[in-house]
Nanobody, 124 residues
Framework: QVQLVESGGGLVQAGGSLRLSCAAS????????MGWFRQAPGKEREFVAA????????NYADSVKGRFSISRDNAENTGYLQMNSLKPEDTAVYYC?????????????????WGQGTQVTVSS
């Protein structure tokens, strides 16, 4: 079993930055790919970014390319999502997820473990 705990969310003005963290426990972190997803009120949960177990491969939604950066520190069992140039439309609850022995896909159904989410609010 894997426990994922997100942190780092908050309220920021448009153009600002936030860094989300995802702390993993319960299973060797490097055995799973990690993804970040978000869900805005009244909308479906959507893919944001993903990273392979080694960190060698990353994947981003078009809406965040060039602004967000995903990374991981396997020694610290922690993943990160650096969010720059934030926009009001980035406002959502952000979730990290683990895909066992995966490559880091965009499909929600591929992920085996989920965190509880952290709220990000971007004011205009």
């Amino acid at each position: 079993q894997v426990q994922l705990v997100e942190s780092g969310g908050g309220l920021v003005q448009a153009g600002g930055s936030l860094r989300l963290s995802c702390a993993a426990s319960g299973r060797t972190f490097r055995t799973f790919a990690m993804g970040w997803f978000r869900q805005a009120p009244g909308k479906e949960r959507e893919f944001v970014a993903a990273i392979s177990w080694s960190g060698a491969r990353t994947n981003y939604a078009d809406s965040v390319k060039g602004r967000f950066s995903i990374s991981r520190d396997n020694a610290e069992n922690t993943g990160y999502l650096q969010m720059n140039s934030l926009k009001p439309e980035d406002t959502a609850v952000y979730y990290c997820a683990g895909e066992v022995l995966g490559a880091g896909t965009e499909a929600l159904s591929s992920y085996d473990y989920w965190g509880q989410g952290t709220q990000v609010t971007v004011s205009s």
